[in-house]
């Protein structure tokens, strides 16, 4: 559901309101026209592409230096703009800046040319550029996660072409100009735009690289569009349905904390957040007693504020879904609802809710709701967490290291955790899933080895007098 639509294709101009309170407008952005930004891109390619990699790297740090002197305004600005609470954009923040130095090492590593000695002739195999790539980011780390991928297109000598989430246009709006004076005309362009835009940029055959991070449905079509150009890269980061699994000998104080967290940070609106708990039944109500008591530190609050831990969703449409969720019939563990003040303001709040059952496991929620569903074995557990067509994210609670390892091995998910989160996935780690969830090109550590084609050089008979 992070791929909701904000506005229709048509609209060139719009304008958002705080979601944390309706009463403030953010400025009006206006559509970019996409063919002087993709010809940019192309004029700038093959020089970029033979600009020394130290040469990029200086580039990349002096824009690490632009960000860092703005990190604070562009974490508030992160916050009024899509609700995250302030400790979590400042996290937002202190990640993008990281990128940069995890960016620069991978990529000096998959840049490496390897030297082939066991052949008829000298060889080896170096790595050359893509050509222009295309970053569609979403709105729930309208930074972070286009950062990573644009970072490191950017270490690799690929131009790029950021599309940022219509809503959160004006933050993404702040860090491009921060970015493109860094680099040469061309390099870095910011193209501001809805499914229109975005369309545009990944159809045109010019483009040979794309990040998309959104919906499955969104995903699905986009690789369907795209199939008879079978030489363009293609990342899709397309959310979860993650479950926790609560095992009989968990700590079940530590279990209630991380799927509070997961349920609730960034108001369930991270593809990884915990959507589905799945609990020994022997333990099933002391569980239930611990989660519920870790929930209550997950009241609505204003984004602004620093002890809010739980902020508002981003939209009136993700409002709406919401609160169709809570019209639908079953037995609710804890139950939600919409919260139409917080602080005094008039905002998109609501509160976490846990349904009995584990039903629509084919859809992401991308609100705090979990549902609940209780196992009497290891296989039953892995057979319910496998059942969802997603593999994003699982974790698994228990002192036992041979038990975890058993579900490490059979559960279907890229990201699997011990006594953590669903939400935990540091920088330092790739990042992507299976199924429904990607396409095996996983985002986080690593992803500069998307970001370049691999080349064969054999050599004989040359005599450089």
Not at 343 to 349: F, M, S, T
Not at 400 to 417: I, K, M, P, T
Request: proline residues 7%; aromatic residues 8%.
């Amino acid at each position: 559901m992070h791929g909701e639509k904000p506005m229709p294709n048509e609209v060139t101009r719009w304008r958002v309101r705080s979601p944390g309170d309706l009463s403030v407008a953010l400025p009006e952005v206006e559509a970019t026209p996409v063919e002087p930004a993709i010809a940019a891109a192309v004029r700038a390619a093959e020089h970029w592409a033979r600009v020394p990699f130290a040469e990029r790297v200086a580039m990349l740090r002096q824009a690490h230096r632009e960000i860092e002197r703005e990190r604070d305004a562009l974490a508030e600005a992160i916050a009024i703009e899509t609700g995250k609470p302030m400790s979590e954009a400042r996290g937002e923040m202190t990640a993008v800046l990281a990128k940069f130095d995890y960016t620069i090492v991978d990529a000096a590593e998959a840049l490496e040319a390897r030297r082939v000695n066991d052949g008829p002739h000298p060889a080896q195999v170096r790595r050359r550029a893509r050509g222009p790539a295309v970053v569609i980011g979403p709105f729930n780390f309208p930074l972070h996660l286009a950062n990573g991928a644009l970072l490191a297109h950017l270490a690799s000598g690929n131009p790029v072409l950021f599309k940022p989430s219509p809503l959160a246009a004006v933050v993404a709006g702040r860090y491009a100009e921060l970015m493109r004076h860094c680099f040469p005309d061309g390099v870095f362009s910011l193209v501001q735009g809805g499914a229109a835009e975005g369309q545009a940029l990944c159809m045109d055959a010019r483009v040979r690289a794309i990040c998309f991070t959104g919906s499955v449905p969104v995903g699905r079509a986009l690789a369907q569009a795209l199939a008879a150009d079978f030489s363009k890269e293609l990342a899709l980061e397309l959310g979860g349905r993650n479950a926790a699994i609560i095992c009989g000998d968990a700590d079940l104080d530590l279990a209630a904390k991380a799927v509070a967290d997961g349920m609730c940070l960034t108001c369930g609106q991270r593809c990884n957040a915990t959507s589905r708990i799945l609990v020994a039944r022997e333990v099933a109500e002391s569980f239930a007693e611990k989660l519920l008591a870790a929930l209550e530190s997950y009241r609505p609050g204003h984004p602004l504020r620093e002890e809010t831990k739980l902020g508002p969703l981003i939209s009136e449409a993700s409002l709406k879904r919401y609160a169709s969720m809570m019209s639908e019939p079953g037995e609710w563990l804890l139950e939600g609802g919409v919260v139409p003040e917080a602080d005094g303001k008039r905002g998109y709040y609501v509160q976490p809710a846990i349904r009995r059952g584990d039903a629509n496991i084919d859809l992401e929620c991308f609100v705090p709701v979990a549902g609940w569903a209780e196992f009497d074995s290891e296989p039953e557990a892995v057979e319910m967490n496998n059942a969802s067509p997603f593999g994003l994210a699982a974790s698994v609670f228990t002192r036992s290291a041979q038990r975890f390892e058993r579900f490490a091995d059979r559960l279907h998910a890229g990201n699997v955790y011990a006594n953590l989160p669903t939400t935990f996935s540091p920088s330092t780690l790739p990042f992507g899933g299976w199924g429904w969830s990607g396409n095996g090109r996983p985002g986080g550590r690593g992803f500069a080895r998307f970001c370049t084609v691999e080349q064969a050089i054999q050599t004989t008979g040359l005599d450089d007098g």
